[in-house]
Structures are given as structure tokens and as C-alpha cells.
């Protein structure tokens, strides 16, 4: 299910969402739509996209008894994400469940029926969440343009974990350390870009991409004062326009 829910910050519209459809905020993935700051005559605005795979109100009555602490968003998803204790988020590449070993096994025979060969083994855990790497000589394959083959098999496998009975669970893939490197790479253009626009009073439409790329558009430039920026587009991939905040909206 999608929803749209809007405040006057960021987690002024997630707390609503969650109140409103009566879920933990690990719940539901978060994409910002639109982001206005607040200045001298003009309020501070946001509209976010939640989707869900529960219904909202008609949540089951035993996810409502499991008692966990609920994290968010970091993709990367959300800074308050509580790590796993014990012995940390990383090590132990083997799988320690029958779960973690299904995925493994999932996502290594999805890599053969594709023509490739690659091993898979657990990056890190989290909380609710687990990171598969993938080690692979046909890595760039695998990963593809922008990601799209990578987050083809992510979003495969997300699937496969919910058969699995584990739609509490999120798979992340990464080969290669693609996930970091494509952070840093999407900072970095965030910024150029905002100075571009602040320079020229203009905007510019960056290409499109998945909800977690555009999220961190929108977040690395949530604090620069005249700078705004709005998703455009359908689908998953959307494309994100950032503009001069004095220019409008056409």
C-alpha cells in the first residue's frame, strides 16, 4: 500500500504516518517527495510517500505484541537505527539461521540461473535488517548501471524473504562496496548541483533513480537555506529537481 503524509519536518510527517496507520516506523519504507524549508514569511513544508505491505489500522493483532525497539530508514535508512548486540553488526560472514542460509542460497542460485557465478555471505546485521555481499568476477554484472541489477536481485530477494515468512526482515545487497562508493558519489553531485542552481537562480534535473538514491538528494541538501528540492516523475524511478528557492515551481 502507498500513502502520502505531509509536516512541517521530516519526522513530523513520519510520526503522523505511523500514528495514523497505526505502525511502528520500521514498519514502512519512507520516500521524500518535496521538502520546503521555513523562512521569514513561509513555513516549513514536507510531503513524504510511505509505503507498506501491511494495511495501516488492520495491522495483526501479534505485531502489535512483539515488543522491539523500531529503527528506520538508511537506505541508508535512518540515523536512530539501533545496531545488533553481541558481537556487532559485522562478522560472522557464515549464515547463524536457517534463514540467513535460505537467503544465501536464494540469492547464489539467482546469480547462477543468470550465467553467472558468485558466492554470497552475510555482510552485516541490524536489527530487523541483513547485508548479503556478493563476491563475484562478474561484479559489474551483477551490479549493473546506476545499480539496477543490484537492486533487481535485492528486491527478488526481499520478496523471497517475505515468502519466508520474514516481511519483518530487510535483505540489502552489495558487491564490491558499491553501496558506499555510490553514497559518496551522490553527496558529492548533491552539492554541485545546489551550488550550480544557487549560482545560476535556476534548477537542475538529476537522472532517475531508486527511492533510497533520492532520499539522500533530499536529506544532503535538507540544510541549505535557499535551496529546495521536489521528486518528479512515476514509478519507481523518479527523477529529483533541485532549484533555487526564490525561483517557483514551474
Do not use: C, W
Amino acid at each position: 500500500m502507498v500513502y502520502e503524509f505531509e509536516g512541517r519536518t521530516e519526522k513530523e510527517a513520519i510520526d503522523r504516518a505511523a500514528e495514523e496507520l497505526g505502525l511502528q516506523k520500521d514498519d514502512f519504507d519512507v520516500e521524500i517527495l518535496e521538502n520546503q524549508r521555513s523562512g521569514l514569511f513561509k513555513k516549513g513544508y514536507v510531503r513524504i510517500q510511505v509505503h507498506t505491505n501491511q494495511n495501516g489500522p488492520e495491522r495483526s493483532a501479534k505485531k502489535d505484541d512483539e515488543d522491539f525497539d523500531q529503527p528506520h530508514y538508511s537506505n541508508g535508512r535512518r540515523s536512530d537505527e539501533k545496531r545488533s548486540t553481541g558481537q556487532g553488526m559485522f562478522g560472522e560472514p557464515e549464515p547463524k539461521d536457517e534463514f540467513e542460509k535460505a537467503m544465501i542460497d536464494f540469492v547464489e542460485g539467482l546469480i547462477q540461473r543468470m550465467g553467472y557465478v558468485g558466492k554470497v555471505s552475510v555482510l552485516f546485521r541490524e536489527e530487523h535488517k541483513i547485508g548479503l555481499k556478493i563476491d563475484s568476477e562478474y561484479s559489474s554484472i551483477l551490479i549493473g548501471k546506476k545499480g539496477k541489477n543490484m537492486d533487481a536481485i535485492q528486491l527478488l530477494a526481499n520478496i523471497y524473504a517475505s515468502r519466508k515468512g520474514r516481511d519483518d526482515m530487510r535483505v540489502i545487497l552489495d558487491s564490491e562496496n558499491y553501496r558506499i562508493r555510490r553514497e559518496e558519489s551522490l553527496v558529492r553531485l548533491a552539492y554541485t548541483v545546489a551550488d550550480r542552481v544557487r549560482e545560476n537562480r535556476g534548477s537542475v534535473l538529476l537522472e532517475p533513480m531508486n527511492p533510497f538514491d533520492r532520499r539522500l538528494i533530499h536529506t544532503t541538501l535538507n540544510d541549505i537555506a535557499d535551496v529546495e528540492t521536489k521528486s518528479e516523475g512515476d514509478g519507481l524511478y523518479k527523477q529529483v529537481r533541485v532549484f533555487y528557492r526564490g525561483m517557483g515551481r514551474s
